[in-house]
């Protein structure tokens, strides 16, 4: 038996951290990770394991030295901290064992620091290390020879989180991508072949997380459509489980942009009470598109901002990463990127510049052509060296497009084009059956109401600035004007919350009062 505790470094503040706006809703962390709860699950019942996600507790490194083995993962933006904690545990003569996205493109980052490292998934090397270890006779490296095969992935353990300290739950449909971008370590990692949980897995953990207590999750899926015929199948279970509980659960998730070519699945993912869908757009310039093989993105059947507007005219909300930067980039690119998003009415853009992540394509052709500044990557916020300007134009350009986007004007106009107008309906399934229901539709409007007045008081009460809080106010009222709706009203004010952290990290890095926090 081992005593087995496992670790999720904090996170330094970025675009969806929420760090900002965590106070507003008494909550630590935007959302749990997902690999701790389900390596948990992975383990065999004869250890005692642990779960500590940094970002909601406290290390007590005293207590971690009690354990046999420590367990520690992290992406890129985790892996200052990551050596951090491994540095700590070596010289407190702890084991300890490495796996995650970032050690997997980077295995020789943690050099000696680190007994075992685990490259890719671990369904299957997890278990097996573990008997190796009881044995003594594991290795330094594993990595799984074939995919996990996901109908045989046992639901996470999410009672050893503390879920009340989180502001969404997560859980995962699938894993892999059909698609090709240069950029992308998804299909390195998950590979370009879609693969599912079967429909009485998803049911199982969604009755889990509600068991937690949790009404909104974040489906990770990093294309949830990725196999459109089978994530159908399982949409449609999803929906009689809604309906089943009076539609209880609020998704979001990550989808490519072809979502618009198939109205049947958007009608689907509306029914199954997705109400926002973050999509790859990247960039508005189609050569910048081709050039990193987004071809999803400009193939026929409309604009890229057609449609984005036939997803919003479904009823999903559009938040999209934007990327700076590619080949086909020059000066002008700023400006295009504000243009764009102004015309899409995408309030929630996540802007980042291009970077190089280790074993992708981009990487080796950068790497090939002179082109990887990693030594000053911390001063850019970014390895990439662009070929259309400078780095130090590329670098404060994004800083002043994130800034822009975020004025409380540019911001508040985007988000008021698209929830004022009268043709775009939120979770119009939900509210059609809570209609259906007079004491569910009492219940739940009556509990966002209050919860709606709770985030507005902590609003008005915790933001410095009195011209935001103006802004907040002003713009809210505006909205109880045209649409008094508790459920719009709540949305609204997180929507607020999500401004004043991005306006609070955008002035610290433009006045470089902190590090450049780049996006990707």
């Not at 470094?9 to 706006?21: I, K, L, Q, V």
């Not at 207590?213 to 489906?219: L, Y």
């Not at 990463?321 to 995408?346: K, P, Q, T």
């Not at 853009?349 to 500044?373: C, H």
Request: hydrophobic share 40%; glycine share 6%; charged share 25%.
């Amino acid at each position: 038996m081992a005593r087995i505790t496992l670790v999720n470094p904090r996170f330094d503040a970025s675009y969806w951290g929420m760090e900002y706006a965590l106070p507003f809703f008494r909550r630590k962390c935007n959302l749990p990770t997902a690999c701790l709860p389900l390596l948990a699950a992975l383990t065999p019942g004869e250890h005692e394991i642990t779960l500590v996600d940094e970002n909601v507790e406290e290390l007590d490194y005293d207590q971690l030295a009690k354990a046999d083995i420590v367990g520690v993962t992290g992406m890129s933006v985790q892996r200052a901290r990551m050596r951090e904690i491994l540095t700590e545990l070596k010289d407190r003569d702890v084991f300890t064992a490495v796996g995650g996205p970032w050690v997997t493109v980077r295995e020789d980052y943690f050099g000696d620091l680190a007994d075992v490292i685990f490259v890719g998934e671990a369904e299957e090397t997890w278990p097996k290390f573990l008997n190796d270890w009881k044995t003594g006779d594991h290795q330094y490296r594993y990595e799984q020879v074939e995919k996990t095969d996901m109908t045989k992935v046992p639901a996470p353990r999410y009672d050893l989180l503390k879920m009340n300290q989180y502001m969404f739950g997560s859980l995962q449909f699938s894993r892999g991508c059909p698609f090709q971008c240069e950029f992308c370590d998804i299909i390195i990692t998950f590979g370009r072949r879609p693969r599912l949980k079967t429909v009485d897995q998803v049911i199982a953990e969604l009755d889990g997380l509600l068991s937690q207590g949790v009404e909104t999750a974040f489906i990770v899926d990093d294309n949830l459509i990725g196999n459109k015929k089978e994530i159908k199948v399982v949409l449609r279970r999803v929906i009689e489980w809604q309906e089943k509980h009076h539609y209880k659960m609020n998704f979001f998730t990550e989808a490519s942009l072809d979502l618009a070519d198939d109205a049947e699945l958007m009608q689907l993912m509306v029914d199954a009470n997705v109400s926002a869908v973050f999509v790859g757009i990247e960039s508005p310039n189609e050569a910048s598109l081709r050039e990193t093989k987004k071809f999803q993105n400009v193939r026929a059947g409309g604009t890229i901002l057609e449609k984005v507007h036939r997803v919003q005219d479904a009823g999903i909300d559009v938040w999209c990463g934007m990327i700076l930067g590619f080949d086909n980039d020059d000066a002008s690119v700023f400006d295009a990127h504000y243009s764009f998003l102004n015309d899409a009415r995408v309030v929630q853009a996540m802007v980042g510049m291009l970077a190089a992540i280790p074993k992708t394509p981009l990487y080796t052709r950068l790497g090939n052509e002179g082109r990887l500044g990693e030594s000053d990557e911390a001063e850019y916020g970014t390895n990439v060296i662009p070929q259309q300007m400078s780095r130090d134009e590329l670098r404060d350009g994004y800083v002043k497009l994130l800034r822009k986007l975020h004025v409380p004007s540019s911001y508040f106009d985007r988000l008021d084009a698209l929830f004022l107008d009268p043709k775009f309906h939120l979770s119009k399934t939900r509210t059609k059956h809570w209609r259906k229901h007079p004491l569910v539709w009492l219940r739940e409007n009556t509990w966002h109401m209050v919860r709606a007045t709770g985030i507005y008081l902590q609003l008005m009460r915790m933001v410095p600035e009195p011209e935001l809080r103006r802004e907040y106010r002003k713009r809210l009222w505006g909205l109880l004007r045209k649409r008094p709706d508790p459920v719009i009203a709540f949305i609204y004010l997180i929507k607020c919350a999500i401004h004043y952290h991005v306006h609070k990290m955008t002035a610290q890095m433009e006045t470089r009062t902190r590090q450049i926090v780049n996006s990707f």
